[in-house]
């Protein structure tokens, strides 16, 4: 009986260890034990390869005996929050997770297209083989979507034994497509470097092209020298152009733009001289209408005829201009029936040639011109695409000091952007600035607009043809291309001694030879006076231009005259400073010229030994502007130093910009402070005017000469 008590006790112990265990094994398996999904469970599975793994068992949660087997109050709904955090997290990590898995596998897998056959022979032939002379078996079995295996074993069936790496040529290839029964053509590359058969192209699709707009007309002045085309080319300017800005045009350029009732028109420039007529050519190609000028007090003249020819050659309309009717003897009558023989009939005859009487220099009926002008456009309805890729033609290039090449062209079709890639003529480059005919920057250049381009690689020829490309390395490869295809041609170009032309080469031996350096300011005038020059006949006298250029006489010019016994001829161009003293030490003669007949009609009395007595000019002073005003009624002062020499009042000058001769005219006035001056010396300030002439801009240089008479030597 006394032990009774401790082994109560004792068991009571016992029973307490087994509920403390048993309330520490439920907090172990609390809610914080969570049962693995059967897909990480997968996941988890160690390869077969390997042990196994001992299997881990996760131990029941304890029923609970108050609750029973049913579901409490408090146990919660699966799925939902509730008290029973385990079953919660058991069914959101196991049943639903799995399920959205599976469904959102299978909405992949409907989102997926089907894969398409990746073996060849289980690809359908292509209708045609487009395929270029010298491919392999394996580039047609890529075209073609055939083993290279099976091709060379369908021409070993053919009786062609060749291996997938050797070339087919075209009649291989052929048969090859005959065997399969497919059609076969040869792929045409076209030459990207013939541009002006790009050019053509490009014109002829432009034509054809739905995003076409109305542009303005494109109009050449022609007409025999002295007939008034320059004044009324001024007329024009200071009227519709730069009525607002002092000096009026300020850039050099052969086209410009006026505006009339909110139009553009746009007119070319081409010089009259009978040296001009290529130039004169040009125009009329680039053109879409031909105004002739002719004096009615002069009548029909060779130039005119030249120009009637050009235009119908070009297949342009013609209106005529009867100019200087302010004149006491103009007779337009006698001017109207001597175009009449050139089949230039008026309208009041029957004819459709549009004739208007005008004065340039007092503007009558100027407007009427213009009004006639834009009559014309509107019937030839005169279109271009601006969307397209930039055409056009160069007007006139030279080269820039500081600015390198420089080109005037005319925009036909698209638009020209500063930036875009260009190839013209023989070079090419990437347009670096762009200045429009009034002297401003513009970002892009739409059809009909003439605009000063810079970035070239070298100065291209007149008339040469502008294409824009997608990229510079096309460009670039091109422009290259080009130019070696123009070295080659001059290599070809020099003439061989052969038994056929050895008398011929004698003969030439045995003549004279006047060997000149050529130089100009513009291309223009390089091929025209080198042409001229070219045609000049004297019995056993020819002349021989051994080098021709734009831009100022420099000391390379002097070195090559020197070393070739030659003289040089600079056309509306003066010498560099160091080229003028090599050229003083070396004995090289140096002839200036501003007016192309003089240095034609020099050449030929040189030629003919019997060079008269002649008026040669001396340079006296030199000046540089240092600062310009503008006064009313009296036009630009130019603030100029005295660098060397001396000017005098009345005196001739000069304005050089660049190295290139931008007018030659007279002095005006010479003033010494307020006071009226005679002469100025060396080292001393003046201030200027220049007759008819305001385009005066800081940095310029004067150059003043006097004419003296020179003994024949």
């Given at each position: ?14 029973e ?40 881990v ?76 002379e010298?491919m ?102 200071h ?12 850039q ?143 007007i ?14 005319l ?35 739409t ?62 031996e ?141 005196a001739?000058?000069r304005?050089?910009r660049?190295g ?41 240089e ?12």
């Amino acid at each position: 009986k006394k032990e009774q008590p401790v082994n109560n006790k004792k068991k009571t112990n016992k029973e307490n260890n087994t509920k403390k265990s048993e309330s520490v094994e439920k907090k172990v398996i609390g809610p914080k034990i969570l049962k693995p999904s059967p897909a990480r469970l997968k996941k988890n599975q160690p390869s077969t390869n390997d042990k196994p793994a001992v299997k881990v068992s996760i131990p029941e949660p304890p029923k609970d005996e108050k609750r029973g087997n049913g579901r409490g109050k408090n146990m919660g709904k699966p799925g939902r929050k509730g008290k029973n955090q385990f079953f919660n997290n058991h069914n959101e990590h196991s049943d639903r997770s799995e399920r959205k898995r599976r469904k959102n596998k299978k909405r992949q897998q409907e989102q997926k297209p089907k894969k398409q056959p990746t073996k060849r022979k289980e690809r359908p032939l292509p209708e045609t083989l487009i395929y270029e002379e010298g491919m392999n078996a394996q580039d047609i079995g890529k075209l073609i979507h055939r083993e290279p295996a099976e091709i060379v074993k369908k021409l070993f069936m053919l009786g062609v034994m060749t291996n997938q790496n050797q070339s087919l040529d075209k009649d291989t290839i052929e048969l090859l497509a005959a065997e399969y029964g497919i059609n076969a053509k040869q792929k045409v590359h076209e030459d990207i470097s013939d541009i002006d058969t790009l050019y053509d192209k490009r014109m002829e699709a432009s034509k054809k092209s739905k995003n076409q707009v109305k542009r303005p007309p494109v109009v050449t002045i022609m007409g025999h020298v002295d007939h008034g085309k320059t004044t009324l080319l001024d007329r024009l300017r200071h009227t519709h152009v730069s009525a607002h800005e002092a000096g009026g045009i300020t850039q050099k350029i052969g086209a410009y733009q006026v505006r009339l009732d909110d139009r553009l028109i746009t007119f070319l420039d081409t010089p009259g001289h009978a040296a001009f007529s290529n130039m004169r050519a040009r125009g009329a190609e680039i053109t879409d209408i031909v105004v002739l000028v002719v004096a009615a007090d002069d009548g029909v003249m060779p130039q005119t005829v030249e120009a009637i020819d050009h235009a119908k050659s070009a297949n342009v309309p013609i209106i005529v201009a009867i100019n200087k009717m302010d004149k006491p003897g103009a007779n337009p009558q006698h001017v109207t029936e001597e175009l009449m023989k050139y089949n230039l009939i008026p309208e009041d005859y029957g004819g459709d040639t549009i004739f208007v009487n005008i004065s340039a220099k007092t503007g009558q009926n100027v407007d009427d011109l213009l009004q006639m002008i834009l009559l014309q456009a509107d019937v030839m309805e005169l279109k271009a695409n601006p969307t397209e890729m930039a055409i056009g033609t160069v007007i006139e290039a030279r080269l820039s000091r500081g600015r390198g090449p420089v080109a005037d062209v005319l925009i036909q079709q698209g638009t020209l952007n500063v930036g875009d890639p260009i190839v013209v003529g023989d070079t090419f480059g990437r347009v670096r600035t762009m200045t429009n005919d009034r002297g401003r920057q513009v970002k892009k250049a739409t059809p009909s607009e003439p605009v000063e381009i810079t970035g070239l690689n070298d100065v291209p020829e007149s008339a040469d043809k502008l294409v824009e490309f997608k990229d510079e390395k096309t460009a670039r490869s091109v422009g290259e291309a080009r130019a070696q295809q123009a070295l080659q041609k001059s290599r070809e170009n020099v003439q061989h001694v052969t038994l056929d032309n050895l008398f011929d080469t004698m003969k030439k031996e045995n003549m004279k030879e006047v060997d000149i350096v050529l130089k100009a300011d513009v291309q223009g005038s390089v091929e025209a006076l080198q042409q001229s020059l070219e045609k000049i006949e004297v019995e056993g006298v020819r002349v021989n231009i051994i080098h021709s250029g734009v831009g100022a006489i420099n000391e390379s010019d002097v070195t090559l005259a020197g070393a070739s016994n030659a003289f040089i001829i600079g056309f509306n161009v003066r010498p560099t400073a160091t080229a003028k003293s090599q050229a003083e030490t070396e004995g090289v003669d140096i002839r200036l010229y501003s007016i192309i007949y003089k240095a034609i009609d020099d050449v030929t009395a040189a030629m003919k030994g019997m060079l008269e007595p002649t008026y040669e000019e001396k340079v006296i002073g030199n000046l540089t502007v240092r600062e310009t005003w503008k006064v009313s009624k009296v036009g630009t002062i130019a603030g100029s130093f005295v660098d060397k020499g001396l000017v005098k009042n009345n005196a001739k000058i000069r304005v050089i910009r660049d190295g290139i001769v931008k007018y030659d005219g007279e002095i005006a006035s010479l003033k010494r402070f307020k006071d009226d001056a005679k002469e100025v010396k060396q080292g001393n300030d003046c201030g200027l005017t220049i007759k008819d002439y305001n385009d005066i801009k800081v940095g310029d240089e004067f150059e003043v000469y006097e004419m003296q008479q020179v003994e024949p030597k």
